[in-house]
Nanobody, 120 residues
Framework: QVQLVESGGGLVQAGGSLRLSCSASGGTFSNYAAGWFRQAPGKEREFVGGCRWSDCTTYSADSVKGRFTISRDNAKNTVYLQMNSLKPEDTAVYYC?????????????WGQGTQVTVSS
């Protein structure tokens, strides 16, 4: 069973950048699809983007296209979410997830989340 741990969240001013990391243990992360999600207070969880294959072909939600980039380092068993030009509306708890490779439709394993707060 894969365990996922996110890190890298924090407080940043609007226009700034953060890089989130998601480290996996208990399995080879490159054998799974990886996704990033976020949930703001009072809102439903939103898909941010993911890597459907081991070499990370990224699918990003429209709200983050051009600002967020997802990548993975298979040697480190880690997936990253680089967030640039952050906006206050990006404030949320960010989660990474892993699921069957080749699809973004199902995720079986989830991290505990990391808080990102963007001040105006």
């Amino acid at each position: 069973q894969v365990q996922l741990v996110e890190s890298g969240g924090g407080l940043v001013q609007a226009g700034g950048s953060l890089r989130l990391s998601c480290s996996a243990s208990g399995g080879t992360f490159s054998n799974y699809a990886a996704g990033w999600f976020r949930q703001a207070p009072g809102k439903e969880r939103e898909f941010v983007g993911g890597c459907r294959w081991s070499d990370c072909t990224t699918y990003s939600a429209d709200s983050v296209k051009g600002r967020f980039t997802i990548s993975r380092d298979n040697a480190k068993n880690t997936v990253y979410l680089q967030m640039n030009s952050l906006k206050p509306e990006d404030t949320a708890v960010y989660y990474c997830a892993a699921g069957p490779i080749g699809t973004m439709r199902r995720f079986d394993y989830w991290g505990q989340g990391t808080q990102v707060t963007v001040s105006s």
